[in-house]
C-alpha cells in the first residue's frame, strides 16, 4: 500500500528552525466530489508558500479546489499557512478543540506570555533568560497569521475521502490536542509529530490559558504512544520525514530512550533536591539560551512521568518548584 494509492501526495514544506526534524510534511487527499483536503497545511513563511504552491503545480492543481483543511496539532510549521489556504479556497479549518487557541491565537496574547513567564520561573528558570521565551512566542507570531473560526475534530470522527475513510485519534502530548488519522483497512497512520522515525517528539509544555498546567505533555504522550503500538500499522505517514514502516519497533526504541533519560534525572537527584532548571544544562549541557523552553519542557516532562510512577516527589519553597527522590518502601 502506498499513498498514491490513496489518492494522497506527500508535500514537504521547508521549516525555519532545526527543532522541527526537517521539513513538515502536507498531505493531499482526493475527496469524493473531485476537490480536495489537507491534511496539515505547512507554515506560513515565503518559502512554505512557495514549496506548497509548487507541490499543487506538480500535481495540476490549485488551492481553490481545496474542500477541507484538516489540522493535527496547534503548531506553526503544521498550520501557519492555514488562514492563507483558507481564503483561497473558502475551506473550513478543522482542529481539536484543545489546540483551538494555538490556531485563533488567543495562546499567545500577552497575557499568556506573561503565565508562560510566571511558571516558567517558577521552575527556576533565571529571570534574564526568560526574555529569550518571550522573544521565542513573538517570532512565532509572524509564521502563522491567526485563524477567526476553527471547526471541532475529535475522537472517533469518521472522515470519508475518495479513496479511503479515516478515523480521528485524539493522541494527546506532543500537544494536548494533536489527533491522528487511522486509515484501517488499508492499514496507514497519519501520525504527524506523534510519532517520527528519527526525532523524539517534544512533549512540550502547556498551560492551555492556566496558571498551573493541567495537561502533562509526556505522561500523555506515553499514554497515547500505548494505544498506536497496539494498531495493526503497515505504513505510517509522518508529519516529518518520508512514509515508513516498524512503528512497533520505533516506539520500542523512543521508550528506552525516555527511560535512558529518567534513570540520568534520579542520579542527578541522588545529589539532593532541585529545580526543573537547575537539571536542564545537567541533562541538556549544549542548549542554547533560545531553547530554554523546549529544554524546560523535556526536563518537567520526564519529571512528571517519575512524579506519576512515585520515584520522586515535588515541594515549593520560596515561589520555586523543587524535585527530589521518593524513599522507596
Same mark, same amino acid.
Request: proline share 7%.
Given at each position: 500500500?502506498? /499513498? ?13 528552525? =532545526? ?8 498531505? @493531499? ?20 508558500? #512557495? ?11 490549485? /488551492?481553490?479546489?481545496?474542500?477541507? =483543511? ?40 500577552? +497575557? ?25 512566542? +513573538? ?7 491567526? /485563524? #477567526? ?17 479515516a478515523e480521528v485519534m485524539h493522541l494527546p502530548g506532543h500537544t494536548p490536542g494533536l ?38 505533555a509526556l505522561c500523555a504522550y506515553l499514554r497515547s504512544t500505548e494505544r498506536v503500538r497496539? /494498531?495493526? @500499522? ?7 520525514? #518520508? ?18 533519560? +529518567? ?19 545537567? =541533562? ?46
Amino acid at each position: 500500500m502506498t /499513498l498514491a494509492d490513496l489518492g494522497v501526495t506527500r508535500v514537504p514544506v521547508p521549516v525555519p528552525f =532545526i527543532e522541527a526534524g526537517g521539513p513538515a510534511n502536507v498531505y @493531499v487527499i482526493e475527496e469524493a466530489d473531485g476537490g480536495l483536503a489537507l491534511f496539515d497545511a505547512g507554515i506560513g513563511t515565503k518559502e512554505g508558500r #512557495e514549496a506548497l504552491l509548487a507541490g499543487f503545480r506538480a500535481l495540476g492543481r490549485s /488551492l481553490g479546489e481545496v474542500r477541507r =483543511i484538516f489540522i493535527s496539532h496547534g503548531h506553526i510549521d503544521h498550520y501557519g499557512y492555514a488562514r492563507a489556504a483558507q481564503e483561497e479556497s473558502g475551506a473550513p479549518v478543522y482542529c481539536h478543540p484543545r489546540d483551538h487557541g494555538k490556531l485563533t491565537g488567543r495562546g499567545r496574547s500577552p +497575557q499568556g506570555l506573561d503565565l508562560y513567564a510566571a511558571y516558567l520561573e517558577r521552575l527556576g528558570a533565571p529571570r534574564e533568560l526568560l526574555g529569550h521565551v518571550r522573544v521565542h512566542f +513573538q517570532d512565532t507570531q509572524r509564521m502563522a497569521r491567526p /485563524l #477567526e473560526v476553527v471547526e471541532p475534530l475529535s475522537e472517533g470522527d469518521r472522515l470519508r475521502f475518495a479513496r479511503f475513510s479515516a478515523e480521528v485519534m485524539h493522541l494527546p502530548g506532543h500537544t494536548p490536542g494533536l489527533v491522528c488519522l487511522w486509515a484501517a483497512e488499508q492499514r496507514v497512520l497519519f501520525s504527524d509529530d506523534h510519532l517520527l522515525e528519527r526525532v523524539s517528539p517534544n512533549p512540550l509544555l502547556d498551560l492551555e490559558g492556566k496558571a498551573e498546567p493541567e495537561h502533562k505533555a509526556l505522561c500523555a504522550y506515553l499514554r497515547s504512544t500505548e494505544r498506536v503500538r497496539q /494498531l495493526p @500499522v503497515s505504513l505510517v505517514a509522518p508529519g516529518h520525514g #518520508e512514509p515508513f514502516t516498524g512503528h512497533a519497533e520505533v516506539i520500542d526504541r523512543l521508550l528506552v530512550f525516555y527511560d535512558r533519560r +529518567q534513570t540520568k534525572i534520579l542520579d542527578l537527584l541522588r545529589e539532593g533536591a532541585a529545580t526543573p532548571a537547575e537539571l536542564a544544562p545537567r =541533562i541538556f549541557p549544549h542548549a542554547k539560551p533560545s531553547q530554554l523552553y523546549l529544554v524546560l519542557s523535556e526536563v518537567m516532562g520526564n519529571l512528571e512521568v517519575l512524579e506519576e510512577r512515585r520515584k520522586v516527589r515535588r515541594e515549593e519553597h520560596r515561589g520555586r518548584i523543587f524535585f527530589s527522590l521518593r524513599e522507596q518502601t
